[in-house]
Nanobody, 122 residues
Framework: QAEFVESGGDLVQPGGSLTLSCVASGFSLEGYAIGWFRQGGGKEREGVACIASRDDGGYYSGSATGRFTISRDRAKNTVTLRMNNLMRRDTALYFC???????????????WGLGTQVTVTS
């Protein structure tokens, strides 16, 4: 059974950085696009970043572009999201999932973990 476990969320001040990890089990992560999504209080789940299965190319939402970096570690079966210059609007529960290709649409992905909380506040 394909499963993800997200970790790395924390309380940070605006301008701070965090690294989120998405550890996969039950399948080989390298064969899939892996997406990071987030859901803030009272809002819909939205795409943040995705790493392609074919060439490990990174794709980002407009708000993430220039601040976040997604990467894949084949040996650890893990996808990492490095988040820099965090803003209050980044506050959300962050999830990862797998899909056949990269998109910013949650319905394209499956096998979600339980999420890790990122809270950005001054």
């Amino acid at each position: 059974q394909a499963e993800f476990v997200e970790s790395g969320g924390d309380l940070v001040q605006p301008g701070g950085s965090l690294t989120l990890s998405c550890v996969a089990s039950g399948f080989s992560l390298e064969g899939y696009a892996i997406g990071w999504f987030r859901q803030g209080g009272g809002k819909e789940r939205e795409g943040v970043a995705c790493i392609a299965s074919r060439d490990d190319g990174g794709y980002y939402s407009g708000s993430a572009t220039g601040r976040f970096t997604i990467s894949r570690d084949r040996a650890k079966n893990t996808v990492t999201l490095r988040m820099n210059n965090l803003m209050r609007r980044d506050t959300a529960l962050y999830f990862c999932g797998r899909g056949p290709y990269c998109s910013m649409y949650a319905p394209d992905f499956e096998s979600w973990g339980l999420g890790t909380q990122v809270t950005v506040t001054s």
